[in-house]
């Protein structure tokens, strides 16, 4: 399973930040996805996305990020009722 919590404004070459949270199948851990995106790349069938960084939620909650991504996802964990 994956669930968008945001991507960034696109800047002049079309290229943005989005984070994603992922459940890993084998063992149910969630993870964030920090990917760097080149939005012209989508239709154009080149790869189009590079991590950036994966680390657990807890990991994730604890660093630097954009106000907006930390308040995203802690909107969506709270929904879940998985806040922490």
């Known amino acids: 399973m994956e669930t968008l919590i945001l991507r960034g404004r696109p800047d002049q ?3 943005c930040d989005q984070w994603t949270v992922e459940r ?3 063992n149910g851990q ?3 996805v920090q990917e ?3 939005l ?3 239709t ?3 790869p189009h996305l590079r991590l950036v960084r994966r680390m657990t939620v807890p990991e994730f909650l604890s660093t630097d990020q ?3 991504v930390m308040r995203r996802l802690q909107a969506l964990l709270d929904a879940r009722g998985t806040g922490s």
């Open 30 to 32: 969630e993870f964030v």
């Open 24 to 26: 890993d199948a084998e």
């Open 36 to 38: 760097h995106v080149r």
């Open 44 to 46: 154009s069938g080149k």
């Open 40 to 42: 012209d790349a989508l």
């Open 66 to 68: 954009p106000p907006a």
């Open 13 to 15: 070459r079309n290229e």
